[in-house]
């Protein structure tokens, strides 16, 4: 079994963890042994192949390193070193240099390196620097744990996400548009956005990996993380439409809406700048049936949209409700599992 995830960072990585106990559960790969062996944070190893097409766009340069916010998430996360309490970054971490950095007025007060974290930063700058392209360095990054996951960035030219507003704006100091962490880290997404930028995009192609992880797949889901700047912002990188329309996989989509309320973070006010409406329908209708033009064989909701099912049916989905909260591991595979029964059933292209 081929399992292709899109995914963003934060919600992604516990997705993705869910996708990995669940085919361990149902795949397992037999005996202990060396390609049997378990990942870093102890999940059994599967039979299945998971290849996870990571955002990119919300990546950027600070103090002079490259940083993958939602790759790092899936890199720590997937090898049992990440902060749960906090939800992202490494677990016992420090924060030493950021300390110094805002001392001599470097960097962004507001956005902290923790020491452990600016170690991978810095790795990955060097090699960067080097002439390794991200795709070889992703390898690199992830080849430090077993994770029984592959993780490809989307693609590997420079695709950062700005957020345009308004230059009128009392904490925008005139500007037009700002860099996306700045909008939503520092200003948690509070300032009006009037649209997003990915620069560069025009020049981006998808990344090595991604053709083969989206033609070869038995399946492929689409992770509840944002659909305007993660999985929007695969979407938008050219080829990769092309790509999902020609697959014969399943195209299963999990809503990152419930109850119309999002799931984390400030998805509202992504969806709100391109007209979308807080509700799990709408993001499905936003995506789009792929029997009518679009991206999506099937959309899960939670049981609390459960009333949306019919209508979708009646949209050309493949539509289906479990519970979608991720409050655990358990509940994550479980989630997982629904995805993937709600892909068997989708008809085969």
Known sequence: MKITVLAGGVGGSRFVRGVREECARRWPAGPAGTDAAPAADGTPATTAEI???????????????RLWPDFDSLLYALAGVNDTERG??????????????????AGWPWFTLG???????????????EGRTPS????????????????????????DTHVRVDPAHPDVEGRDE??????????RASIPALGFVQRGLDDARPAPAVASALTDADVVLVAPSNP??????????PGVRDLLAATGAPVVGVSPIIGGAVVRGMADACLSAIGVETDAAAVARHYGARAAGGLLDGWLVD??????????DDDGFTAASAPLWMHDLDTSAALAGAALDLAARVPRR
């Open 115 to 129: 020491d452990l974290d600016l170690g991978t930063h810095l790795a990955r700058t060097g090699w960067l620097g």
């Open 51 to 65: 290849t996870v097409v990571v955002n990119s766009g919300d990546d950027l340069w600070l103090s002079g390193v």
């Open 228 to 237: 305007v700047v993660s999985i929007g912002t695969i979407l938008a990188i």
């Open 303 to 312: 049981e609390a949209d459960a009333a949306a099912v019919a209508a979708l």
């Open 88 to 105: 992202w970054g490494r677990a016992g971490e420090s924060e030493r240099v950021s300390s110094e950095l805002r001392e001599w007025g």
């Open 178 to 187: 700002l860099h996306f962490q700045e909008w939503w880290t520092r200003h």
């Open 136 to 159: 070889e360095v992703a390898e690199r990054l992830q080849g430090r744990w077993r994770l029984g996951v592959r993780l490809v960035p989307a693609t590997d030219r420079e695709v």
